[in-house]
């Protein structure tokens, strides 16, 4: 058999390394000592030290300068926390720091905007909010209840009949 150059393997048939052991069903039908000691051994293989390593130039590679940038704080507070809580932790707490400010920004943003962009008789844009009146029931204190809006210009006022004009 000639060697093909368009396989991945080149041409030869792959071989697998991890033997019969590889399946669990072999596993559990009964291993020998010495299979025993084999599949330790490759599976002690089978790790990688120190991995993943991080490459500050890659990082600068493949990041653009923006990124960077608004990156840079919350990645000096890992680098800060990494020494005494070890990486994972402190990534999952810049993760997590940088999430809440998110929310919180997205909080304020929506404060801000729903009080001070009311859709009220001066604009044509912003947020109507409409309160629905109490449900008043038979039996209730306040039962024989008469609407609130008793000329015909309170409806859709829109809030033009309190205004100083």
């Known amino acids: 058999m000639s060697p093909n150059p368009s396989s991945p393997t080149g041409g030869v048939t792959p071989m697998a390394i991890g033997g019969r052991m590889v399946r669990e069903r072999e596993r559990l039908a009964g ?17 990688l030290h120190n991995e993943p390593r991080r490459v500050p130039a890659l ?4 990041q653009n300068p923006i990124r960077r940038f608004y990156r840079a704080p919350l990645d000096k507070l890992c680098d800060a926390l990494t020494p005494s809580m070890g990486f994972q932790k402190a990534f999952a707490t810049r993760f997590w720091i940088g999430k809440a400010c998110l929310a919180l920004t ?4 929506g404060a801000y905007y729903f009080k001070y962009n009311q859709n009220d008789w001066t604009r044509k ?11 008043i029931n038979p039996g209730d204190t ?24």
């Open 31 to 47: 291993m020998s000592d010495e299979e025993r000691a084999w599949r330790k051994q490759w599976v002690k293989d089978q790790e």
């Open 59 to 62: 990082d600068a590679e493949f």
């Open 106 to 109: 997205g909080l304020y943003a």
């Open 125 to 135: 844009g912003g947020w109507r909010v409409i309160r629905s009146r109490n449900a």
């Open 142 to 165: 306040q039962f024989p209840k008469l609407s609130d809006r008793s000329k015909p210009e309170d409806y859709a006022s829109r809030g033009f009949n309190k205004s100083a004009i």
